[in-house]
Every structure is written in structure tokens, then in C-alpha cells.
């Protein structure tokens, strides 16, 4: 398909996720920054998936007091069909319907009626055939990553595809400390290049973010004279591997 037109001026915006605003993750919180950066301009809705309540609130924990929310109150970990999605975003005259979250209750018996954007978190290198499946109701898809626009692109070549990745939000203050300051007080010596590997592995006992196979990785990516130090923090705790004493 060719450039997406969205209309002139303020529109009805629908965020939609099967998580609450005030849940733990991150897609509960990149939806909550996109929400107050549009409300700015635009009419703006949640819309909680699995929350009970279908009345739209207002003054809702975790967002802006002009942005409201809803929810489907569609079954817990049961299929969810776009058609019931659409009656949804028909009753209340969304104009854009733009999605944060996994795409495997997702079950297509029409396309979305307002324009539709997919903000997709991939996480394989070929579409599970759920993904694939839901994506087909979309008209564009944003990935998070430039590599993962051309993977995404290949194998869905009818859609509009671009990446967008998501937000990082400046606690402020970095900018102005110097480099040299902050190496000193992390103990990276000068002449280290310093790799970040940031995630939240909450379910840890299946090891779903593979840090092992992260720090593998960032191993044999060295090469034969590596002299660099990477630092993984991670929720509860934190893990430093200097590749100077050799990975098991």
C-alpha cells in the first residue's frame, strides 16, 4: 500500500493493549508516554482489553486527566475477534486505532475499521504464524527496530512496514555529567568500550530473556583482542563480565 493519509487537524485516537495503565511492564508504560504526547493535540482512549469495565473512565491512575479509558472485558487468555474490537472503536468514532501488545489472542474475522497501526514487538526472526495471522487486519505495522522493518517487510510485503522504536525517557542529569566522571564512577577504565544489555527477566526460572546466550554473543563478537567490559542490570540483580577472564 502507499503513504498512509491521516485526517486534517485533531483527531480520535484509540491505544489499545490487554494491559491496564497502571500495570507493571513495558508496554503499559510506552503506551502511557504515547498517550500524553498525543493528548497534547488529540482526543485519546484507552482501551484495556482484558479490564472488566466497560464504561469509559476518566482521571485514570497513570494518565493524563484528558485521556480516558475503557475496557473489552472480553475473556481471560480466551481469542479476542477484530470484529468485536471493531464494535468497540465504531461506538465510540475512533479515527486511529494504534495496538502495543502480543498478537496471539488476536483472531482476524474482518479487517479493523478505522486506520490501524500495529505497533509490533517481534520476537522471532520469522513471524509466528499467530503474528502473521493478526497483522493481516492492520494497515501498517511499526516495528522497533531497522533490521526487523526489512524482516517484517519480506514476509508481510503487502503492508506498509516502518520501525519506531520505543521511547527512552532522559531521568535528566546524564547529559551533563562528563563521560570521564561517570567511568570513574562505574570503575570502566578509559581505554573499555562499555555494551549495556538492559531487560527485566521477571520470569526467570524459563531464562526468557536468554542473557546467557546475550553475553555468548557479545563474546565471540569481540574478536581475538577484546577489551571491553559489559555490565547487564536486570530487576533484583546485576552482572558484570569482564571478557579478560574468559566466559564458561
Keep these: 500500500m502507499g503513504s498512509i493519509r491521516l485526517p486534517a487537524g485533531s483527531f480520535r485516537v484509540c491505544l489499545g493493549s490487554f494491559t491496564q495503565p497502571w500495570s507493571f511492564g513495558p508496554y503499559a508504560r510506552q503506551l502511557t508516554v504515547l498517550a500524553g504526547q498525543l493528548a497534547k493535540k488529540h482526543v485519546v482512549m484507552w482501551l484495556a482489553l482484558g479490564y472488566h469495565d466497560t464504561e469509559v473512565r476518566i482521571k485514570v491512575p497513570g494518565l493524563p486527566e484528558n485521556v480516558g479509558m475503557l475496557g473489552g472485558d472480553f475473556p481471560r487468555n480466551q481469542g479476542v475477534y477484530v470484529s468485536s474490537i471493531n464494535a468497540l472503536l465504531v461506538k465510540h468514532k475512533m479515527d486511529v486505532f494504534i495496538s502495543l ?63 519506531i522504536p520505543h521511547v527512552i525517557e532522559d531521568p535528566g542529569g546524564l547529559g551533563e555529567t562528563p563521560r570521564s566522571v561517570l567511568r570513574q564512577k562505574y570503575g570502566v577504565p578509559a581505554g573499555k568500550f562499555l555494551a549495556l544489555v538492559n531487560f527485566a527477566n521477571y520470569d526467570a526460572e524459563k531464562n526468557r530473556k536468554s542473557i546467557d546466550l546475550s553475553l555468548l554473543a557479545w563474546k565471540g563478537g569481540l574478536g581475538p583482542t577484546p577489551s571491553a567490559r559489559s555490565r547487564s542490570p536486570e530487576i533484583g540483580s546485576r552482572t558484570r563480565v569482564d571478557p579478560d577472564h574468559p566466559l564458561p
Aim: proline share 6%; no cysteine; charged share 20%.
Design 101 to 163: 501488545m502480543d498478537l496471539n489472542r488476536v483472531f482476524v474475522d474482518e479487517m479493523f475499521s478505522p486506520l490501524s497501526i500495529s505497533w509490533f514487538p517481534n520476537h522471532f526472526v520469522s513471524l509466528d504464524l499467530h503474528s502473521r495471522h493478526a497483522l493481516t487486519a492492520y494497515d501498517a505495522v511499526a516495528v522497533l527496530g531497522p533490521s526487523d522493518a526489512t524482516r517484517v517487510k519480506e514476509q508481510l510485503p503487502h503492508k506498509h512496514v516502518m520501525h
